[in-house]
């Protein structure tokens, strides 16, 4: 049972551009969703996150947008740089145990 | 500050042979602890998630076990090795008590199944 899905397995940018990461969940008792960012052979390490009671949450080049009403989250990243390429994961949790992940999307920014 | 560590980073071993993953927390007291798997192409899957010492919940029936037999370590284990157990094998850890969402994770393991 797939409850956090990321339709998109690639997403390919031009140095300086924005990237769009989606995320689409179908759990409505999700209350807290976070991105991850993973290199190969590495563990993913936390990026940003936000709680249901927020639509929007900003740090630096990273935003991360949530409409509940959609059950959507996306992250933006702006300006795009060379070192954002990395395989992106998404997650979503209700409770103080577990959480559940996206497939990922892999993002390659070209210089 | 808080560092996890897992090993072996890679492991390859044959169908049929036992398996014992070892991921360990320092500079945090009672963590939660999490064993993920990232198949080839797929996202990571939670296999087991431990609130304390001798508490483990599973998520996904299989051959893997796991046990927490200290508060600040958690090991993965299997009797006997399937092929579909390859995969990037990646423990995690969450401060429960200091209220973060957020779940840190370790290095990983790469086992590969022959």
């Known amino acids: 049972d797939q409850q956090v899905k990321q339709n998109s397995p690639s997403l390919s940018v031009q140095e300086g551009r924005i990237s769009i990461l989606n995320c689409d969940y179908t759990n409505s008792m999700f209350d807290y969703f976070l991105w991850y960012k993973k290199y190969p052979a590495e563990g993913p390490t936390f990026l940003i996150s936000?709680?249901?009671?927020?639509d929007k949450n900003e740090d630096g080049r990273f935003t991360v947008f949530l409409n509940k009403s959609a059950k959507h989250l996306s992250l933006h990243i702006v300006p795009s740089q060379p070192g954002d390429s990395a395989v992106y994961f998404c997650a979503a949790t209700f409770n103080n145990n577990d959480m559940r992940f996206g497939a990922g999307t892999r993002l390659t920014v070209k210089p | 500050s808080q560092t996890i560590h897992q090993w072996p980073a890679t492991l390859v071993q044959p169908v049929g042979s036992p398996l014992s993953l070892e991921c360990t927390v320092e500079?945090?007291?009672?963590?939660?602890l999490y064993w993920y798997r990232q198949a080839a192409g797929r996202g990571l899957q939670l296999l087991f998630y431990?609130?304390?010492?001798?508490?483990i919940s599973s998520e996904v029936p299989q051959n893997l076990s796991a046990s927490r037999p200290q508060d600040r370590q958690f090991i993965l284990s299997s009797k006997k090795l399937l092929l579909s157990d390859s995969g990037f094998y990646l423990c995690?850890?969450?401060?429960?008590?200091?209220?973060?969402?957020?779940?840190?994770f370790g290095p990983g393991t790469r086992l590969t199944v022959l």
């Open positions: 431990s609130v304390g010492i001798g508490q």
């Open positions: 936000i709680s249901s009671i927020k």
């Open positions: 995690a850890w969450r401060d429960r008590a200091g209220g973060l969402w957020e779940q840190f």
């Open positions: 500079g945090t007291s009672n963590p939660n």
